[in-house]
């Protein structure tokens, strides 16, 4: 919106309220967490960009297995490389918001859980999904069967077209039924 990282004016304020799920003082408590991740040289630049390093390292995502793929989907940087302007860190806050609606919050997640960025959920996607869920370690990790089973009964369960993947529309049927999916896809500043 052309401010620089260090100041917020009445118009980009209001202007990000019209286009977040965010009330004013979650956008200014959003601002200052921003510009405090900021490196000090890049503080008053317009154009200023956290790298994913230090988006990594917040305390909301710190554990969050899926916390690189969710940096990679925010950033509009070209080479994605997971960076966030302001405009990505409020979308990113927005959209894991109490306040954004079930088809906002299942698309972002869509997309998290979209490795291979095809628009369809993949047995390969998710496979990953399920080694990021289980943390991959050898006492949680599935057998190469079981995971094939897990697979075989989440596309069966999911894919409604029954073209051996799920689509977006598919993904988002699935998860209007579960009412535990909105509760859990927040962070709270």
């Not at 916390?67 to 979308?91: A, H, M, Q, W, Y």
């Amino acid at each position: 919106m052309g401010t620089t990282a260090s100041q917020l004016g009445k118009a980009d304020l209001s202007e990000y309220q019209e286009l977040t799920f965010l009330t004013k003082q979650e956008i200014l408590l959003a601002h200052k967490r921003f510009t405090e991740l900021l490196p000090k040289e890049e503080k008053n630049l317009t154009n200023a960009r956290v790298p994913m390093s230090k988006i990594l390292m917040m305390p909301e995502l710190k554990s969050n297995p899926f916390k690189e793929r969710i940096c990679l989907v925010f950033s509009t940087n070209e080479p994605k490389d997971g960076s966030f302007s302001f405009d990505d860190f409020l979308d990113f806050l927005s959209a894991f918001s109490d306040s954004a609606t079930l088809e906002i919050k299942s698309h972002y997640a869509f997309r998290i859980f979209d490795f291979d960025n095809d628009g369809t959920l993949s047995n390969g996607d998710l496979e990953k999904l399920v080694n990021c869920l289980t943390y991959e370690s050898e006492d949680s990790r599935l057998t190469s069967e079981e995971m094939k089973q897990l697979i075989s009964n989440i596309i069966e369960e999911s894919d409604i077209d029954k073209d051996g993947t799920v689509n977006l529309s598919e993904f988002q049927h699935v998860i209007s039924r579960s009412p535990d999916f909105v509760s859990s896809f927040k962070i709270v500043l």
